[in-house]
């Protein structure tokens, strides 16, 4: 088993292009997540999805948008990339909820710099 | 505030000594606990996980301990090796999400 594939592993862009971070799991997984970690911090939660066609915001929704169209991918997508986006992105899969006591897999992560 | 992420707390320890890293954490809803160690340019990797119905638990060389009166995790290391340098993260369960603490790093003195 690959666990948690990121594609890119780095990125750079300008402010105002757009881009897609792509997050494969092939744990047959339902619940997918989108972190981001700054510099010296822990992750927060961008936005997170609870089953195939489903999504929900997290902690730092703002300026990102998901899709999980396939239960094994959960898009990323940066419509309009601020140097603010700057950060390290994970994407992270768990069989249940949290609350069920679940741990979650993390991917390698994205490392995104905007310009 | 922004700029407190920058300082990571960090122990320095002698390799062969035991660590302990601890966590406050802020709600006292959350049943599930969870502690990940992540390596300099890599995921976050799970090492030991707890259920607020126990106050303790061990895995190989680690243990967590759970004290709910404080809202208080700890991870203890035994015979810390130079493998064990990295960063260190709590989780609590918030519902369907994990809220994650800011972090301790941990350097191994040879």
């Known amino acids: 088993n690959a666990g948690v594939t990121q594609t890119p592993k780095f990125r750079v862009l300008k402010t105002g292009q757009s881009m897609t971070l792509l997050c494969a799991q092939d744990?047959?997984?339902?619940?997918m997540y989108w972190y981001r970690q700054d510099p010296g911090m822990g992750l927060r939660l961008i936005h997170y999805?609870?089953?195939?066609?489903?999504?929900a915001k997290g902690e730092v929704p703002d300026g990102y948008n998901v899709s999980r169209l396939k239960k094994q991918n959960f898009l990323l997508g940066l419509e309009s990339a601020a140097p603010s986006q700057t950060s390290v992105y994970f994407c992270?899969?768990?069989?249940?909820?949290?609350?069920?006591?679940?741990?979650?897999?993390f991917g390698p992560g994205t490392r995104l710099t905007v310009l | 505030g922004e700029n407190v992420g920058l300082h990571l707390p960090t122990l320095s320890v002698q390799e062969g000594d035991n660590s302990i890293i601890n966590c406050a954490y802020s709600?006292?809803?959350?049943?599930?606990f969870i502690w990940y160690k992540q390596e300099s340019g890599k995921g976050p990797q799970f090492i030991i996980d707890?259920?607020?119905?126990?106050d303790k638990r061990q895995g190989q060389r680690v243990t967590v301990l759970l004290n709910k009166t404080v809202k208080h995790l700890s991870l203890q290391i035994a015979a810390t090796q130079p493998g064990d340098s990295a960063v260190y993260f709590c989780?609590?369960?918030?519902?369907?999400?994990?809220?994650f603490g800011g972090g301790t790093r941990l350097m191994v003195k040879p």
């Open positions: 707890i259920r607020s119905n126990m």
């Open positions: 744990m047959n997984h339902e619940y």
């Open positions: 989780a609590e369960n918030a519902g369907n999400m994990l809220t």
């Open positions: 709600n006292s809803a959350s049943d599930y």
């Open positions: 992270a899969s768990s069989y249940s909820s949290p609350g069920l006591a679940h741990e979650q897999f």
């Open positions: 999805s609870v089953g195939e066609g489903t999504t």
